[in-house]
């Protein structure tokens, strides 16, 4: 044996030794971080933690198949408050801690001051919030779990024109971000169906007293009611329409007919029809099979946040496979323009594609409650398939 051989086998010994030791530190290294900034605590608390457990049923289920691109997913979570400012912050203490995408939050208000931090950063920032203004902003690294409020509002529209045959409609929303979004959305998408808005209710964030706004609706005489506020709100205002006598049609998006506000309105949230991108009631065998995990998990009902953290985290899986590496920028690029099969990647739930902005566009549904839980009335396909 040369003396070249035995320094060459030391050196391999060597190395193996180093790499045995490292090992775990290794590993983890190795772990694609992924932070869950979202509202744990204050008024967004039901959709954040919807939103964080659907996260992490998702991590759990890949992690268990032996994760994205043979690494595990390891997650931190950090509570927003509910606070556009400590949204903020948090962002940008993952962003400092080399996270590879952010997912939250989910208010509006918030995820449009936090982005700017993964914007900076070039890290890829999956959000529930429904906002039209989030993708307008030209921002290549935002992508959404939900439709925007510019694609489901004229879908509402259209049912309260159509369906409903209503003339007029009174708007009662929510002032914040969310709120004043979707109200410009419908007021529009109303106009261009030809429905008249008689009544433009503003309600707060938090508010408990519904019955000043549901007065004002009542006077308005409208032939039917538009409620767009955050869903313990919809609840307080479904209980006070009915205190009140409300015997017209009550119309909304997702956040009218959650699961929480079915739970919290009881009674009174019965009749009330939505149109949702997301239900846990759709007649979908991989919708309903996420249904019985989550609850399993949870010991709850999802609602569509919990959705919204799901599939989103199953569409960066479709993503980074696809990419073939662990390449922010590069993930971010294959997002735009991606289509994403339920067949080939059941995780999403549903086929979905993702536009140059970070939309997506996927088919979706009209619900109304009834004996306590939403019935889908009708399946209104992808816009991509009309």
């Given at each position: ?13 060597a ?20 932070a869950?900034?979202v ?11 919807n ?7 998702a991590v ?45 939050p ?33 921002n ?11 694609t489901?509002?004229?879908?509402v529209?259209?049912y309260i ?10 708007v ?9 979004g ?18 433009d ?9 519904f ?7 009542k ?28 015997a ?27 149109h ?25 009902i ?5 959705i ?20 922010r ?17 059941p ?29 889908v009335?009708?399946?209104l ?6």
């Open positions: 044996m040369n003396h070249s051989t035995v320094v060459s086998r030391r050196a391999v010994v190395l193996a030794a180093i790499a045995a030791l490292a090992g775990t530190p290794l590993a983890q290294a190795q772990a694609i971080k992924i869950n900034i509202e744990l605590s204050g008024a967004g608390a039901t959709a954040g933690t939103f964080k457990n659907g996260v992490e049923l759990k289920e890949i992690n268990a198949a032996g994760g994205i691109l043979g690494k595990k997913i390891e997650t931190t979570t950090l509570d927003t408050q509910s606070n556009p400012g400590v949204a903020k912050g948090l962002t940008q203490k993952a962003v400092d801690d080399n996270v590879f995408a952010v997912f939250g989910v208010f509006s208000g918030s995820i449009m001051v936090s982005m700017a931090e993964t914007r900076r950063a070039e890290v890829p920032n999956f959000t529930g919030g429904e906002a039209a203004a989030i993708t307008k902003q030209g290549p690294f935002i992508f959404r779990t939900s439709f925007t409020q510019d489901a509002m004229p879908k529209a259209r024109a159509n369906n409903l045959k209503a003339k007029t409609v009174a009662m929303f929510v002032n914040n971000d969310f709120g004043k979707g109200r410009d959305s419908v007021t529009k998408a109303l106009e261009a169906a030809g429905v008249k808005v008689v009544a209710i503003s309600t707060d964030s938090g508010q408990v007293d019955s000043a706004p549901v007065l004002k609706a006077q308005a005489n409208p032939d039917a009611l538009f409620v767009y506020t955050n869903e313990e709100e919809s609840a307080r205002a479904l209980r006070e329409l009915r205190k009140q006598g409300w017209k049609p009550i119309v909304g998006e997702t956040t009218l007919t959650g699961q929480k506000v079915i739970e919290l309105a009881g009674e009174a949230a019965n009749g009330a029809v939505a949702v991108g997301l239900t846990v009631d759709a007649p979908n065998p991989l919708m309903l099979k996420f249904k019985a995990n989550f609850y399993q998990d949870y010991k709850y999802s609602d569509h946040n919990g919204k953290g799901y599939t989103g985290m199953y569409l960066m899986k479709a993503a980074i496979e696809k990419a073939g590496k662990l390449d920028k590069l993930v971010a690029q294959t997002l735009h323009g991606l289509s994403v099969s339920a067949a080939k990647h995780g999403v739930l549903m086929d979905v594609s993702v536009d140059a902005n970070g939309d997506l566009d996927r088919e979706s549904f009209v619900v109304e409650v009834a004996g306590g839980k939403q019935v009335k009708e399946v396909p992808a816009l991509g398939k009309k």
